[in-house]
């Protein structure tokens, strides 16, 4: 069974920076998967906040265009969230998807 950990959520203030990381155990096979992160206020539905292609095309949710940048390494089956300039309306638990697969979730909290 496929295996993602999550880690580098926290407490920051507004305009601050953080860096998500989610290790995939998988055998094999990383390389060809479109990964994602997503994330999911209090109260609020799971949204798409980043997507990575095996080809690196990325593809972001518009609140977090300019801010946020998704990157892969194939080697250590590992992705990546570099969050920039965050505000308090991120905070919430941030998943990693690979295909049908999600992780724990990590919190993120930004204070104002």
């Known amino acids: 069974q496929v295996q993602l950990v999550e880690s580098g959520g926290g407490l920051v203030q507004a305009g601050g920076s953080l860096r998500l990381s989610c290790a995939v155990s998988?055998?094999?096979?990383?390389?060809?998967?479109?990964l994602g992160w997503y994330r999911q206020a209090l109260g609020k539905q799971r949204e798409l906040v980043a997507t990575i292609t095996p080809g690196d095309r990325t593809n972001y949710a518009d609140s977090v265009k300019g801010r946020f940048t998704i990157s892969r390494d194939n080697g250590r089956n590992t992705v990546y969230l570099q969050m920039n300039s965050l505000k308090p309306e991120d905070t919430g638990v941030y998943y990693c998807?690979?295909?049908?697969?999600w992780g724990q979730g990590t919190q993120v909290t930004v204070s104002s």
């Open positions: 998807n690979f295909g049908s697969d």
């Open positions: 998988v055998a094999v096979g990383f390389r060809f998967y479109t």
